[in-house]
């Protein structure tokens, strides 16, 4: 049974740094694209960044480009997120994602994704 455990969120300050991890299992690692996707309250989710199998493409959110890095160690079946410089605004619940097609050109949308994480939240605040 393939599964996606995000762990690593918590409570940080505006300008601090965070590193999310989703362990997997029960599926081939370098064989998926992995993303990570945010819901902050009230919004839909929306993709942050993702990364084909071989780790070749990677894909960003223009809004966290610079301050988020996605990384996978296949080897360890686990897919990271580093963060930093967090804004209030990064607030959210914050979800791990993998789908057997590979990553083109453009980052695909929530729905095109087959396998999710239950989500770790992140809350940006002073």
């Known amino acids: 049974q393939l599964q996606l455990v995000e762990y690593g969120g918590a409570l940080v300050q505006p300008g601090g740094s965070l590193r999310l991890s989703c362990a997997t299992s029960?599926?081939?690692?370098?064989?998926?694209?992995v993303g990570w996707f945010r819901q902050a309250p009230g919004k839909e989710r929306e993709g942050i960044s993702c990364?084909?199998?071989?780790?070749?493409?990677?894909h960003y959110l223009d809004s966290v480009k610079g301050r988020f890095t996605i990384s996978r160690d296949n080897a360890k079946n686990l897919v990271y997120l580093e963060i930093n410089n967090l804004k209030t605004e990064d607030t959210g619940v914050y979800y791990c994602?993998?789908?057997?097609?590979?990553?083109?050109?453009?980052?695909?949308?929530?729905?095109?994704?087959?396998?999710w994480g239950q989500g770790t939240l992140v809350i940006v605040s002073s």
């Open positions: 029960g599926f081939t690692l370098d064989y998926y694209t």
């Open positions: 990364m084909s199998g071989n780790g070749d493409t990677t």
């Open positions: 994602a993998a789908d057997a097609r590979g990553l083109g050109d453009v980052f695909p949308e929530a729905k095109e994704w087959g396998y």
